[in-house]
């Protein structure tokens, strides 16, 4: 059962750019959401999280859009960089739970120079 | 502070084999979590340990299994493999339970033929 859906699979994006890549999770339960980001040949990265008693966070370029009610969280990066391409996986978890993650499927980055 | 690090990196094993795997967690960190990463099935959690006890456990047959030591060093088992274990194999370690960050290991890539 896949509790975490993430769109688009693929995204190609021009230097400058803003990638925007999306999630939507259905067990209410959770409560921290990161995202993470993935380099061939390597373990993924956490970029930035987010909980739910807030509606966006941003670290540098990168800002998560949390929207409770709607079940959904989304990633923007600015000003997209060809080092930027990479495979980037949202996630979530349940405090109550311990560390286990739920994560999306997916979505690999390419931002063209 | 070193990072997680994972051994061996790499493996090849025959069908029907058992392989151990092995995760030594950053200094101070007691959480240690596995992951298994396919491309068909995406990243999902294996299990977690914390002060040498399994936490939460994900949905996978019996023939994987894993422990802690007193270290928080951490290993997983996995007994009569079959050619759809082959996969990348994660280690995240994060401070304690329900502690949220969670860092992960370059994996390992077990191919199983």
């Known amino acids: 059962q896949q509790q975490v859906k993430q769109s688009p699979q693929s995204l190609i994006v021009q230097k400058g750019g803003i990638s925007i890549i999306n999630c939507a999770y259905e067990n209410t339960a959770f409560d921290y959401f990161p995202w993470y980001q993935q380099f061939p040949g390597k373990g993924p990265a956490l970029l930035i999280a987010i909980r739910p008693d807030v509606s966006e966070k941003k670290e540098g370029r990168f800002t998560i859009s949390f929207n409770k009610s709607a079940k959904q969280f989304s990633l923007h990066i600015m000003d997209s960089q060809p080092g930027d391409s990479a495979t980037y996986f949202c996630a979530a978890s349940n405090n109550n739970a311990g560390n286990m993650l739920t994560f999306g499927g997916g979505t690999r980055l390419m931002v063209k120079p | 502070k070193a990072g997680v690090t994972q051994t061996p990196r790499y493996l090849i094993k025959t069908r029907g084999q058992q392989v151990t795997l092995s995760c030594s967690p950053i200094?101070?960190?007691?959480?240690v979590s596995w992951y298994q990463q396919t491309p068909g099935q995406g990243l999902q959690f294996l299990f977690e340990y914390f002060s040498e006890t399994q936490r939460n456990k994900g949905n996978f047959p019996g023939r994987f299994s894993g422990r802690q030591f007193s270290n928080s060093r951490s290993e997983m088992n996995v007994s009569t493999l079959e050619l759809g274990d082959s996969a990348l194999y994660l280690c995240a370690s994060s401070l304690g339970l329900a502690e949220t960050k969670q860092y992960f290991g370059p994996g390992t890539r077990l191919t199983v033929t």
């Open positions: 200094s101070g960190h007691r959480s």
